[in-house]
């Protein structure tokens, strides 16, 4: 099984960033699943539908480097489906209205996946790359009815072929009430 490298470059490009908003780790892709610097960090109320076509409801943060994030899925709903704009993002799922620190396990009520597209600038497909949490946590120290939610995680993630990094930092969101119709991916593995 090939493996890839963790990019220890992420860590140190993130030390500019907002610390309350920090990912460190990631993988050398193609697309590159990195946040080296995290320029959105938004929090909404999703419903998921799996792949067994299962909805849930859940609570959901997402880490990105792309600036106004919020405005990007209000503009595109069916962004994360799409390969031809750029985007790299870290979603964090977790039970609705819920504080706690909440492992993830595969087919459980907590998801990750680090996903990535490389856009085009002819409005062609890109490429894209995703990969789902497949163990650690998530914890949510706070949240309030605005909105913003306060919180660290530590994951691993996985390819459909095994292949794994991890990725871990903390969070302080802003509502986003586009995630509330946007289509927003729970990979189970």
């Known amino acids: 099984m090939r493996r890839f490298a963790l990019i220890a470059l992420a860590a ?3 030390a500019c960033s907002d610390p309350n908003n920090q990912v460190y ?4 892709s193609s697309p590159p699943l990195v946040v080296r610097k995290v320029n959105s960090t938004i929090f909404g109320t999703v419903t998921t ?3 067994a076509g299962k909805e849930t ?3 959901a943060v997402i880490l990105s480097e792309s600036d106004n994030l919020c405005g990007l ?3 595109n709903p069916d962004l994360f489906k799409r390969t031809d704009l750029a985007y790299n993002a870290l979603i964090l799922m977790f039970p609705h209205n819920r504080l706690g620190s909440f492992n993830l396990v595969i087919g459980g009520d907590v998801a990750a996946t680090f996903m990535a597209s490389s856009g085009s600038s002819d409005g062609s497909s890109g490429s894209g790359i995703a990969f789902f949490g497949g163990n650690g946590y998530i914890s949510v120290g706070d949240f309030d009815p605005g909105g913003n939610a306060k919180g660290n995680f530590d994951l691993i993630f996985f390819d459909s072929a095994q292949d794994s990094f991890e990725a871990y930092g903390n969070f302080q969101s802003d509502p986003c009430a586009a995630m509330t119709t946007a289509y927003i991916p729970r990979f189970d593995g």
């Open 73 to 75: 899925l209000q503009q």
């Open 49 to 51: 539908t799996n792949q």
């Open 25 to 28: 780790g990631g993988l050398n």
């Open 12 to 14: 140190a490009a993130t």
């Open 57 to 59: 409801t859940q609570d």
